[in-house]
């Protein structure tokens, strides 16, 4: 059939009302973002396996908002998709995950109260439940670019996903998803150093993971220690979080966009942060010509300084800062 690139209309659960690229195709609508290497988004309407159905509809409006409604989670998808991927176009340079101008796909409504989102490899696609009791769909910006993210680190450091390497692939999954979604700006998401905040998966409104300080959730690791890489990956990633967090904000109180933080060192010493623009520059450049699959903490820590290096030179500030985040989590010389 003919088609043509068109903007639609997103009503998410977690972005309110959002512009979405879309296509139509003869005389329908269907979600393929023809202007960020055809980005397709399917349902699975509860199945667990293939591709499900495109999104494909008479208009060009998707969803009503709310978490019940199948298209709105799509909406959420799509849009998350869009940002990670204007994200890496715009602030790193790169075109998809692979570098290559195509892009992954995404899954919703994968089987039936499945509380969680994941990447594949095999498929190249992100995949997402609905969630179930107080948890509604896993579709929020950061956990999208979160899981978006488990692909650009598989096609670059391929950090493997055990040990402490596998804690630095969780850690970079997180703070992307946490730069994404200060990226994408909007009144529903002017972004923060939580993660999963929106999904309320506690049912407390807490989120999943804290940055700034990763213990709040009761099982993350504040700081470095012997022994580390043999705790869930999602637990070891606490001290590059909280690396990038101090790096970015320093040490300390500080409220950004209504959220207050307190982030502590493990040495006592302040840390003084050079920013986020810039901590996610070095973390990128390392995750992409520093990190192996193999990368442990220490590893990090001489990535990152080198990347700091070629970026802002040894002399600056930037160096002197990611010497003292690291320090900071208690990964030394
Ligand atoms: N949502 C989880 C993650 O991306 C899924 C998993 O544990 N692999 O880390
Ligand atoms: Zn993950
Ligand atoms: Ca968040």
């Known amino acids: 059939a003919w088609e043509a690139i068109e903007n639609g209309t997103g009503n998410t659960v977690y972005s309110g009302t959002v512009d979405l690229t879309t296509t139509q195709s003869g005389s329908a609508y269907n979600l393929t973002d023809g202007a960020r290497g055809n980005h397709k988004t399917y349902n699975l309407n509860r199945g667990t396996s293939g591709t499900g159905t495109l999104f494909s509809g008479s208009d060009d409006v998707w969803g009503n908002g709310s978490p019940s409604d199948l298209e709105s989670a799509a909406a959420d998808a799509h849009y998350g998709a869009a940002l990670t991927w204007d994200y890496y176009k715009n602030v790193h340079g790169r075109s998809g995950i692979r570098g290559d101008g195509v892009a992954a796909y995404s899954r919703v409504h994968y089987g039936n109260n499945y509380v969680n989102a994941f990447w594949s490899d095999s498929c190249f696609c992100m995949t997402y439940g609905d969630g179930s009791g107080n948890a509604n769909p896993l579709t929020s910006i950061d956990v999208a670019a979160h899981e978006m993210t488990h692909g650009l680190t598989s096609n670059t450091a391929g950090l493997n996903y055990s040990g402490e390497s596998g804690g630095l692939n969780e850690a970079t999954s ?124 220490a590893g990090a820590r001489t990535g990152t300084l080198a990347a700091t290096g070629e970026l802002y030179g040894t002399d600056s500030a930037e160096y002197k800062a990611v010497q003292d985040a690291w320090a900071g989590v208690n990964v030394g010389a």
């Open 174 to 297: 997180d703070i992307f998803g946490a730069t994404v979604e200060f990226y994408a700006k909007n009144s529903s998401d002017v972004g923060d150093y939580l993660i999963g905040e929106e999904i309320d998966i506690n049912g407390d409104g807490t989120p999943l993971r804290h940055m700034d300080k990763p213990s709040k959730d009761g099982s993350s690791k504040d700081a470095w220690y012997s022994g580390i890489g043999s705790i869930d990956v999602h637990y070891s990633s606490g001290p590059a979080n909280h690396f990038f967090y101090l790096l970015s904000e320093g040490s300390g109180t500080k409220t950004i966009n209504g959220v207050t933080y307190d982030s502590p060192t493990s040495d006592g010493l302040p840390v003084t942060g050079i920013g986020r623009d810039k901590a996610e520059k070095i973390w990128f450049r390392a995750l992409t010509t520093k990190f192996t699959s193999t990368t442990n903490y």
